[in-house]
Each structure stands twice: as C-alpha cells, then as structure tokens.
C-alpha cells in the first residue's frame, strides 16, 4: 500500500485523519484557506488574495493519484471533519518524473508535526507513481518551511530573489523521514504505506 488512509495521534490531543484527499473535498480546500491567517495565505501563495480563487481551491482539489497526488489531515475531533493541512506533488505533465511540492498547514497547528506527516505519504506516493524528484519554491521570510526542507535534505538549485527553489530526491527523501523520531506518527505512516503499491 501506499495511499492507506491513517488514524494518527497529535501531541497536541487531537486524533486525526490522515488521507488522501481529492475533489470531492474542495469545501474542505475553500474552508482551510478561508481560515488561513494572511500571513500564511501570503507564504503559501505568495499572495494575500483574500478569498483564494475559485479556480486555485478547484484545482488544488482535483488530485487524481497520479499527475496530482494530494494528502490531508482531517480534525475529526470537529464536525464535518474540517481539512487541518495538506500537500501536493504536482506533474507539469502526464508521465513526467518531476512534480511539484507545495503544502499548508492552518497557523493552529504548525509546529507539531504535520508537514512531516504529510510530506511522508506524499513522498511515497510519488515513489510509487514514478515520480524521482520534486522541487518546492519558498520565500525567503518563510523560516518555517526553509529550516525544515535544508532538514529534509533539500538542495537549493536558484538561490532567492523572489524565491527560493528546493530540490528533493524522492527516495532520499524517504529515507530522512524514515529515520526521524518525531512526530509519532510518522512509524505508523511507513509501517502501513512504504510498501511502493497502491
């Protein structure tokens, strides 16, 4: 397996749900970015457009498993079981060995772990669709998501201004995570979906 959606226990209390996520959850996107502060909405975007476009929320919904793979963490400690974070990899186009890593994570819960988690099932979903390297772009103001992708591994291949641009190999990728103690979650993540299939 390598999409087996996840029961997992935050430090924070709360039990989640970690899953794959697709377009039947785009109420979920538009609620996540609805409650993003615009600070992170800035950081993720890169804009502090205020509602996200219909068409961003759409398409960052539309994850198919395989030119788009797309993970969640649900709170289902609330109802309707509302989207806490989530990630992308993201081909250019159909078979590329490339994609795209882009993730966000509500202002909440950042810095328990859930980038990490999510990142994990993304990284192995790629491994088993073919994808061998993903590239992520930052701001340089984002210390966050810089500090934790030089602690991944990720190499910059063009330094800023505007952006930086990260490069990760997925199996070594794989292999840091594998390796790191925390969150708890993430033994669970490679017990149940580091066997390469789907």
């Given at each position: 397996?390598?999409n087996?959606?996840?029961?997992?226990?935050?430090?924070?209390?709360?039990?989640?749900?970690?899953?794959p996520?697709?377009?039947e959850?785009?109420s979920?996107?538009?609620?996540?970015f609805?409650?993003?502060s615009?600070?992170?909405?800035?950081?993720?975007?890169?804009s502090?457009?205020n509602?996200?476009?219909?068409?961003?929320?759409?398409?960052?919904?539309?994850?198919?498993?395989h030119?788009?793979i797309?993970?969640?963490i649900?709170?289902?400690?609330e109802?309707?079981?509302?989207?806490?974070?989530?990630?992308?990899?993201?081909?250019?186009e159909?078979?590329?060995?490339?994609?795209e890593?882009?993730?966000?994570?509500?202002d909440?819960?950042q810095a328990?772990?859930?980038?990490r988690?999510?990142?994990?099932?993304?990284?192995?979903?790629?491994?088993?669709?073919g994808?061998?390297?993903?590239?992520?772009?930052?701001?340089?103001?984002?210390?966050k998501?810089?500090?934790?992708f030089?602690a991944?591994g990720g190499?910059?291949i063009?330094p800023?201004p505007p952006?930086?641009?990260?490069?990760?190999?997925?199996?070594?990728l794989?292999?840091?995570?594998?390796?790191?103690e925390?969150?708890?979650?993430?033994?669970k993540?490679f017990a149940?979906?580091?066997?390469?299939?789907?």
């Amino acid at each position: 397996m390598c999409n087996a959606p996840l029961q997992v226990s935050l430090d924070t209390g709360h039990d989640v749900l970690l899953r794959p996520v697709g377009i039947e959850d785009e109420s979920k996107f538009q609620q996540i970015f609805r409650a993003m502060s615009p600070e992170s909405r800035y950081l993720r975007f890169f804009s502090g457009a205020n509602p996200v476009p219909d068409a961003v929320v759409r398409s960052l919904a539309d994850a198919d498993g395989h030119k788009h793979i797309a993970w969640g963490i649900l709170d289902e400690g609330e109802d309707g079981a509302p989207l806490m974070a989530a990630a992308h990899a993201i081909r250019s186009e159909e078979g590329s060995d490339r994609a795209e890593l882009a993730l966000g994570v509500l202002d909440q819960y950042q810095a328990h772990g859930l980038s990490r988690l999510l990142i994990a099932s993304v990284a192995l979903s790629c491994r088993a669709r073919g994808i061998i390297t993903l590239e992520a772009e930052t701001l340089p103001e984002n210390r966050k998501a810089n500090s934790l992708f030089k602690a991944l591994g990720g190499k910059v291949i063009r330094p800023m201004p505007p952006t930086t641009l990260w490069e990760f190999d997925v199996a070594q990728l794989i292999e840091t995570l594998r390796t790191m103690e925390r969150p708890e979650g993430l033994r669970k993540v490679f017990a149940v979906n580091a066997g390469g299939t789907a």
